[in-house]
């Protein structure tokens, strides 16, 4: 079996993450549809949660099914406090409790800020850190309500909020996304000191630029994506699957000690690749 064939990360990831219950945020596409494939064939149970799309959303839960656990889809916007709630609601109803909440919804709304409107600002933060507020609240609550379930899992749950480098990279033209990042990664570490006593772990994922719909004027063109290419020292695009597969690990008892800690993932983008020959 080749190292990195989908067997054999099938056969080490099915012993990590077996018999929990896994709820994706944004799951019918690109890093979210990655991540919530890669928790069911980790072994856990998958809610696939989409806003719009429902045909991308049930070929993921096929897909997902295929690896022998549970899954359905769910629509809810996660900017809307009752969706969300309804949502946690169900998936107790449905597989008992929660384990895992990756808050991954988010979108980019782009404008110079002098044509950038409140409705686009407000867009952006609404669903990219109020829904991660909203969802990280509603899965809190029933990981303290359940506690450590030790044959499940060392912690009594795991929130893992997608942020990007623009958690630290500012920006241009972009005022409304960074600003929801830098936000997340805030909402992350004030969530882990507050949580950790309940034995919660929050921690964030922060890809670089992953081939993805959002980005995709980025990296279509070869022109774009050598210009892409120089703010990555390693050289590459990301794929889904890097990010899906930090998830996991991050997921994981592997990663029990990891607490309030954001995982950048990115090819060396926040290493400041400008400097390597200037300053
Ligand atoms: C953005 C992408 C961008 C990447 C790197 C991500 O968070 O959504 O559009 O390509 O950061 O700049």
Known sequence: MAANSDES?????AQLLR????????????????TAVALGRAGADVVVNYVVGQDEADKVVEEIKGFGVRAYSYQADVSDEDQVTAMVARMVEEFGTIDIMVANAGLQRDAAVT???????????????TG?????????????????VEEVSRSAGKIICMSSVHQIIPWAGHVNY??????????????????????????????????????????????????????????????????ANAVVAMASDLLDYVVGTTLY??????????????G
């Open 115 to 129: 044509e950038m409107s409140l409705a686009q600002w407000e867009k952006v933060i609404s669903v990219n850190l």
């Open 178 to 243: 960074a600003s929801s990042k830098g936000g997340v990664g805030m909402l992350m570490q004030t969530l882990a000191q507050e949580l950790a006593p309940k034995r919660i772990r929050v921690n964030a994922i922060a890809p670089g630029a992953i081939r993805t719909p959002i980005n995709r004027d980025a990296w279509s063109t070869p022109e774009a994506e050598t210009d892409l290419l120089r703010l990555i020292p390693y050289h590459r695009v990301g794929d889904p699957d890097d990010i």
């Open 132 to 148: 991660q507020f909203l969802c990280a609240r509603e899965s809190a609550k029933e990981f303290i309500r359940r506690g450590v």
């Open 9 to 13: 990360r099938g056969v080490v990831s």
């Open 19 to 34: 018999g929990q219950k896994a709820l994706v945020t944004g799951a019918n596409s690109g890093i979210g549809l990655a």
């Open 265 to 278: 993932v990115d090819g060396g983008m926040t290493l400041f690749p400008g400097f390597a020959t200037g």
